[in-house]
């Protein structure tokens, strides 16, 4: 597909799909990351869809020297405030995915391990107070 008609798919997506009639969001519905769903109306899929439509069409006037993945931000105003999470910008990149390999995954550095110790330890300490309130006010029943 050439670039003229990806364009005059994105002009003519957003003139008959009001703004303010469109619903989407991304939502959690479950504890789990993987447990996460996109609720939308027929404006709110067909204006997200010309928001990629407009990143395809930028990777092509990008110049990937400097690296090899660029943000894109997309306009996300009209979404819905109430979603659960938000994506406002993608990763644009050139790179072909082979069998072998994949977008690197996240890993966890120091600071990530430190604040969960951190976390754990607050909740002990709040557990041991916890107990000690108890037998105080037991003891002083009794």
């Known amino acids: 597909m050439t670039d003229r008609k990806i364009e005059n798919i994105i002009s003519e997506l957003e003139k008959r799909n009001k703004k303010d009639e469109a619903f989407f969001g991304f939502y959690q519905y479950g504890g789990d990351k ?3 769903c996109i609720r939308a109306n027929k404006q709110g ?3 997200f869809s010309a928001e ?3 990143a395809r069409l930028e990777i092509e006037q990008r110049n990937f020297e400097n690296g090899e993945i660029e943000p894109f931000e997309i306009d996300i105003s009209w979404t819905d405030s109430n979603a659960d999470f938000y994506f406002d910008s993608l990763e644009l990149t050139r790179k072909i995915r082979t069998e072998k390999e994949s977008f690197p995954e996240y890993e ?4 990530d391990k430190l604040y969960g110790y951190l976390i754990f330890g607050i ?3 709040l557990v041991i107070m916890l107990i000690i309130g108890i ?8």
């Open 45 to 47: 899929l067909e204006l």
């Open 34 to 36: 993987d447990e996460s």
């Open 123 to 125: 909740i002990v300490v």
């Open 135 to 142: 037998i105080t006010t037991l003891s002083w029943i009794f």
């Open 108 to 111: 966890e550095n120091w600071k």
């Open 52 to 54: 990629l439509l407009k």
